[in-house]
């Protein structure tokens, strides 16, 4: 069976592009004609003269907020219109033209008459595996539309953990960075104008304008090499966590952190007990699900024992003894987890348990939220008091010289 490139107008005059298997060219506009494409060309595609189409990927990539609109648009128009339709009219009304491409390239797939999965196969950066596994077993199930809901309501709730993570750092990241440029500058443009006045007075400065004098000194001879040093620190840093064996080692350290430790935990285990239920109630094997769920997981302590709870499945035991042996999840996810086994609804226990630990997450940040700000202001208050006092003692002393 030969491979053609094909040209063809649809019932409503619009032109559609794209390849199909035939037997012969009388055989591959036969076989358009059923599916109501007119041919207008059909030529033979030569062994070697073109790339499979899988090889020819584009590099670009759909955003998660474009993948999110589009996988909600398209689990809409799906339940009311062919889906190859619906794919033509999302990609003709995205109005960026990266997207656009990367849609039009599913929409021919589809059009070449393979599997919505298949299709979005040809385009691994914008869908992953665990996006096309819920894709094709919404489409082995005849339940598409709801399947691509079923996504499309896990994108939008993993983006809003997403975006409250980012708040949460965003925000004590940038008073960090305020207070020290603040602080910075007084020790290197402020301090040395006021130290210049002390050099001649003939006696010891106190302890305090002392140690800010030295401070001050180093900083504005040495801000360079403190900030190479930083930068070199940093660029070593993530070297270092680019090898497995001390990523993993630093995962495990910041699990054991106080309260530090039970966050990143509890919201890794929300984002698995999440994603395994949505997979589930799509009718995914549950091996499969987690298989597919482990690369999700950013801590690698986390997603290894996500990887031993497979073992354990294939070797018989149930998803809630598997989480208990790992001894990484919270108890609370792994009680509900039992008890959605127990009670044959597994994928709503286990929603209900990431629920569970995102309100956790989300009544950690508004309280460290509430406690920080001050804290910063007081804590460069503070250091600002102690550069002010350290200037001042040396005045003090000489008006108790003078008055003496």
């Known amino acids: 069976m030969a491979e053609y490139r094909y040209a ?21 506009r036969a076989a358009l004609m059923a599916r109501r494409l007119f041919a207008l060309k059909v030529e033979p595609i030569e062994a070697g003269s073109a790339a499979p189409r899988e090889a020819t990927a584009s590099g670009k990539r759909l955003k998660p907020a474009t993948l999110m609109l589009m996988t909600r648009q398209l689990a809409t128009l799906a339940s009311v219109v062919p889906l190859e339709e619906a794919l033509r009219t999302i990609a003709r009304q995205t109005e960026a033209e990266a997207p656009r491409a990367i849609l039009s390239r599913v929409h021919a797939g589809v059009a070449e008459g ?7 196969a040809l385009e691994p950066r914008s869908f992953s595996a665990l996006y096309r596994a819920m894709v094709a077993a919404g489409e082995a199930s005849g339940s598409l539309p709801e399947a691509l809901e079923r996504v499309a309501a896990l994108l939008e709730r993993q983006a809003q953990v997403r975006g409250k993570l980012i708040s949460a750092l965003a925000y004590p990241a940038a008073l960090l960075v305020v207070a020290v440029l603040v602080l910075a500058s007084l020790m290197i443009f402020v301090v040395p104008q006021v130290v210049e006045q002390f050099e001649d007075i003939g006696q010891t400065l106190p302890l305090l304008t002392r140690i800010v004098i030295f401070i001050s000194d180093v900083l504005a001879a040495g801000w360079w090499l403190i900030l190479l040093l930083l930068v070199g620190g940093g660029l070593a840093f993530a070297r ?15 699990l054991r952190l106080p309260v530090i430790g039970r966050l990143l935990r509890s919201l890794e285990a929300a984002r698995l007990a999440r994603t395994l239920s949505t997979m589930v109630a799509s009718g995914l094997p549950l091996i499969e699900g987690l298989a597919l769920t482990a690369p999700t997981i950013g801590n690698r302590v986390m997603r290894a024992a996500t990887t031993e709870m497979v073992v354990a499945i294939r070797e018989g035991a149930s998803l809630s003894v598997a989480m208990r042996r790992t001894g990484a999840f919270p108890p609370l996810l792994v009680a509900m987890a039992a008890g959605g086994e127990g009670s044959g609804r597994l994928d709503l226990m286990l929603a209900r348990g990431a629920d569970y630990l995102e309100r956790e997450f989300d009544s950690f940040t508004s309280t460290a939220l509430a406690l920080l700000e001050p804290g910063v202001i007081l804590l460069m208050g503070g250091m600002v008091a102690a550069i002010v006092l350290a200037i001042l003692l040396p005045l003090l002393q000489l008006d108790t010289l003078a008055a003496a």
């Open 114 to 120: 393979r599997r919505l999965a298949d299709a979005m």
């Open 240 to 254: 270092a966590m680019a090898d497995p064996v001390l990523r993993l080692r630093f995962d495990g350290w910041l």
């Open 8 to 28: 063809a107008l649809d019932p409503e005059g619009r032109e559609q592009r794209g390849r199909i298997a035939a037997d012969s060219g009388e055989a591959a």
